[in-house]
């Protein structure tokens, strides 16, 4: 079967979301995610696949951090041609303890990039 064709989410991810947004965009992250829980679409790539605007994006992004499914993670490589800023780099938490995907990753907090949230 075409890895490309499915979509990876935490078991532990079914009591905790409620949010229709969010399920939709956690879907959407598990579809990009590797075996380590790292992805990094876009906010519009994910606003594209789940049919949300980018604000409802964001606040669902912030809704899978506060209940601890998300980390946040620093931007790596150069930024895109045409890019407000690097591209945003997501772990999705198979666990609450899941360790960082490498040695060198470091996990940022939220609103450190646009100082909002």
């Given amino acids: 079967m075409d890895r490309l064709a499915l979509s990876i989410l935490p078991a532990r ?4 979301v409620r949010n ?3 399920w ?3 879907a959407a992250l598990g579809h990009y995610a590797t075996d380590e829980g790292l992805c990094y679409p876009s906010q519009s790539t994910l606003s594209q696949l789940t049919g949300l605007d980018q604000a ?5 992004i912030k809704d899978l951090h506060d209940l601890g499914l998300l980390r946040m993670l620093q931007p ?3 930024k895109l041609p045409g890019s407000f800023q690097k591209q945003n780099r997501y772990q999705l938490l198979w666990q609450p303890d899941s360790p960082l ?3 060198n990753e470091r ?3 939220w609103g450190s990039r646009v100082r909002r949230w």
Avoid: F, K, N, Q
């Fill in 24 to 26: 939709r965009v956690l």
């Fill in 13 to 16: 991810a079914i009591p905790p």
């Fill in 20 to 22: 229709t947004s969010s």
């Fill in 101 to 103: 995907p490498g040695p």
């Fill in 107 to 109: 996990e940022i907090t």
């Fill in 56 to 60: 409802a994006v964001s606040r669902a």
């Fill in 76 to 78: 790596i490589g150069p």
